[in-house]
T-cell receptor
Framework: SAVISQKPSRDICQRGTSLTIQCQVDSQVTMMFWYRQQPGQSLTLIATANQGSEATYESGFVIDKFPISRPNLTFSTLTVSNMSPEDSSIYLC????????????FGPGTRLTVL | QKEVEQDPGPLSVPEGAIVSLNCTYSNSAFQYFMWYRQYSRKGPELLMYTYSSGNKEDGRFTAQVDKSSKYISLFIRDSQPSDSATYLCAMSASRYSTLTFGKGTMLLVSP
């Protein structure tokens, strides 16, 4: 399986600021996703990051709040904008490869705390 | 009714016990079933993957799918303290559709 790295691994931010999370994969993948994992909750899909075009957002998530970029097949960023304490969560990058589209892998996550 | 139901636990067992983790689901279109293991402060790690009904075994782990009952299970034999983690089930209707996750069951294996 591909190796996925995320930066930063954790951060503590002030209300009203923005944080950009980076996801790097060691091989070209077809599909990249961003998830949120809040305490005691299921993994929730934020959006599918599309290479070279706008991300596809799930219901309840908007581009102004969670802008996503994917300039190539191995890299994506998620920005959490104008943060509030409700945005405190773990944010996870995920992927599926062309070789194994049935299976999905996750990065180590970014633990975000908003004060 | 939630699409995927999973008892959050915690489930506490002694070392060496057989563990049974389960999920029920409501969407009969689900065909692909996965189990993830997530250690504290880590990302989910794909443990088992099953397509449609039946059993799949990998070492001490067995995944079982009963589509008629909309019920999936993960069995862990000879459980070890290192198996202590949260186990998440996930499923999808097709190869390229998004996954729907359970909330996860926390497993604690005591030495």
């Amino acid at each position: 399986s591909a190796v996925i790295s995320q930066k930063p691994s954790r951060d503590i931010c002030q209300r009203g600021t923005s944080l950009t999370i980076q996801c790097q994969v060691d091989s070209q993948v077809t599909m990249m996703f961003w998830y949120r994992q809040q305490p005691g909750q299921s993994l929730t899909l934020i959006a599918t990051a599309n290479q070279g075009s706008e991300a596809t957002y799930e219901s309840g998530f908007v581009i102004d709040k969670f802008p996503i970029s994917r300039p190539n097949l191995t890299f994506s960023t998620l920005t959490v904008s104008n943060m509030s304490p409700e945005d405190s969560s773990i944010y996870l990058c995920s992927l599926r490869s062309a070789q194994t589209p049935d299976t999905q892998y996750f990065g180590p996550g970014t633990r975000l705390t908003v004060l | 009714q939630k699409e995927v139901e999973q008892d959050p636990g915690p489930l506490s067992v002694p070392e060496g016990a057989i563990v049974s983790l389960n999920c029920t689901y409501s969407n009969s279109a689900f065909q692909y079933f996965m189990w993830y293991r997530q250690y504290s402060r880590k990302g989910p790690e794909l443990l088992m993957y099953t397509y449609s009904s039946g059993n799949k075994e990998d070492g001490r782990f067995t995944a079982q799918v009963d589509k008629s009952s909309k019920y999936i299970s993960l069995f862990i034999r000879d459980s070890q303290p290192s198996d202590s983690a949260t186990y998440l089930c996930a499923m999808s209707a097709s190869r390229y559709s998004t996954l729907t996750f359970g909330k996860g069951t926390m497993l604690l294996v005591s030495p």
